[in-house]
Structure formats: structure tokens, C-alpha cells
């Protein structure tokens, strides 16, 4: 499954992203013109990060994408917009491991969609193969932030 069908399935709109690629992630901090939260951890066997700056609905979002050693993508993506995903609405839960972050969670099938706050902005983590390696993804983030 794709990002635009795994975002599709998560808010039930398809949507377009033009992106900007950069080659680090502080350049793209840099372009974001702002913080970014990064996973230090990804899963065995995935590939390098791509960073990507683009629109998501709406608001500014930067994006990381990382292809899983069976070829699925990994999207992190970040934005500084309130979420609006609610436990026990449309089969999100609370994730007592990120109770700091007020993590919540889906799964599609054999994919999991973990939804954070850190830092002041929304995170969303889709694309894990497994809900622990999500959550460790999501204990992961790191702010990185412009340089001055």
C-alpha cells in the first residue's frame, strides 16, 4: 500500500504531494523554517531516508519516506497543526507507551498508523509493518532544529 492510499484510509480523502527533496535533515529544517522531529530509529533492514518538504491538507508539512527491506514505505510526516484524531473514534486507541506524546493508533491490515504530538506539532508514523517497531519510531523523535 502506498502513502496516498495509506493517507486515504486514514482521513477517507485522497490526497496530492508535491514535494522538495533536500539532502539533509537540517536543510530541511532549514526550508521548513521551523523544528522538525526526526526518528533516530527505523526499522531492520530499511533503507536511507528521503526528506521532503511539501503541502499537506492544507498546512506546510515536511516528510521523511523510507522504503522496509520488503519495499513498503515508511512516512513520517509533520506539521504544526492540532490533530484531530480522537481515541475510540474510527478505531483509534491510546498507546500507553506514548502517554507523554498522547500517542494514538490503527492499524490497516498489516500496516500501523501512529498519530504524536511532540514538540508542537502533529507526527504522523505510517507504514510499520509492527506496532512495536511504530511506537519505538514514535520514542525515537529527535527535534532537529534550523541552523542559525
Not at 518538504?53 to 513498503?72: C, D, I, K, T, W
Not at 473514534?89 to 504524536?116: D, K, M, T
Not at 507526527?123 to 509493518?129: D, E, F, T
Request: with cysteine; net charge neutral; glycine share 12%.
Amino acid at each position: 500500500m502506498n502513502w496516498n492510499r495509506q493517507h486515504e484510509a486514514a482521513v477517507g480523502a485522497p490526497v496530492q504531494l508535491p514535494s522538495e527533496r533536500f539532502d539533509s535533515v537540517t536543510a530541511l529544517a532549514s526550508a521548513f523554517g521551523g523544528p522538525i522531529c526526526e526518528p533516530t530509529v527505523w526499522p531492520r533492514g530499511s533503507g536511507v531516508p528521503k526528506y521532503l518538504l511539501g503541502e499537506g491538507p492544507g498546512v506546510p508539512m515536511y516528510r521523511f519516506e523510507v522504503a522496509q527491506n520488503e519495499g513498503s514505505p515508511i512516512s513520517v510526516l509533520g506539521y504544526l497543526r492540532p490533530r484531530s484524531q480522537r481515541a475510540g473514534v474510527n478505531g483509534w486507541q491510546h498507546v500507553p507507551e506514548l502517554g507523554r506524546q498522547r500517542g494514538l493508533a490503527i492499524s490497516y491490515g498489516h500496516f500501523w498508523h501512529l498519530v504524536v504530538s511532540e514538540a508542537g506539532q502533529t507526527v504522523h508514523l505510517i507504514g510499520y509493518r509492527s506496532r512495536a517497531d511504530a511506537i519505538e519510531a514514535a520514542q525515537s523523535l529527535r527535534v532537529v532544529e534550523p541552523p542559525p
